[in-house]
């Protein structure tokens, strides 16, 4: 079946680091890709998305670039703020209406 | 406009128990999704309505279940709770299309412990 595999850290990184928080997935047909953030106390919120191969889905100085031939999604920004600290979800939806995650990976950033 | 409500917050219950959690889902939207999230399996998909009708079921047992009324609200009902269904239990909701098309919005989620 569908699956999302994940780096699940913690990773900490210092004020300014350049962010990459690796994403493969497994997945019959074409899925659309997304990820999700939650900051402590709150539920998820949608970060970008991508619906096809080498389709970039940006947001807030985030990227990731749908990449079928490697079957990843992997998150990258180029620097990282302390608000940026929360755990991150890779997760994709096949053609049903769920969406199927990997584990998180739970990041802080240090002043 | 509001956002996915979802009550209540915190909720402790004994073996055996039953629960209901309740979502109200963003003006608007026909489609409620709901999700369990425990620190050993991560997020997992429970079930999806739409229009009052459940269109996708996660691999639950039957213990678990979930209807959702005219008004687009939704319940899920967890009956002989076990102490492994302590879990943040969240609800999202959205338009209804595919989920390329039609973003989900979270709900800060239900706090549900079993003693």
């Known amino acids: 079946g569908d699956s999302v595999t994940q780096m699940e850290g913690p990773v900490t990184l210092s004020e300014e680091a350049f962010l990459t928080i690796n994403c493969t997935y497994t997945?019959?047909?074409?899925?659309?890709l997304f990820w999700y953030v939650q900051y402590p106390g709150e539920g998820l919120q949608l970060l970008l998305k991508?619906?096809?191969?080498?389709d970039k889905g940006s947001n807030k100085g985030f990227e990731a670039t749908y990449r079928k031939e490697t079957t990843s999604f992997h998150l990258e920004k180029g620097s990282v703020q302390v608000s940026d600290s929360a755990v991150y979800f890779c997760?994709?939806?096949?053609?049903?209406?769920?969406?199927?995650f990997g584990k998180g990976t739970s990041l802080l950033v240090t002043p | 406009k509001a956002g996915v409500t979802q009550t209540p917050r915190y909720l402790i219950k004994t073996r055996g128990q039953q629960v209901t959690l309740s979502c109200s889902p963003i003006?608007?939207?026909?489609?409620v999704s709901w999700y369990q999230q425990t620190p050993g399996q991560g997020l997992q998909f429970l079930f999806e309505?739409?229009?009052?009708?459940q269109r996708n079921k996660g691999n639950f047992p039957g213990r678990f279940s979930g209807r959702q009324f005219s008004n687009s609200r939704s319940e899920m009902n967890v009956s002989t709770l076990e102490l492994g269904d302590s879990a943040l239990y969240l609800c999202?909701?959205?338009w209804g299309a595919g989920l390329a098309e039609s973003e989900q919005y979270f709900g800060p989620g239900t706090r549900l412990t079993v003693t």
């Open positions: 999202a909701s959205s």
């Open positions: 003006s608007g939207h026909r489609s």
């Open positions: 997945a019959t047909g074409y899925p659309s």
């Open positions: 997760a994709l939806s096949g053609a049903g209406y769920a969406l199927n």
């Open positions: 309505y739409f229009s009052e009708t």
């Open positions: 991508a619906t096809k191969a080498d």
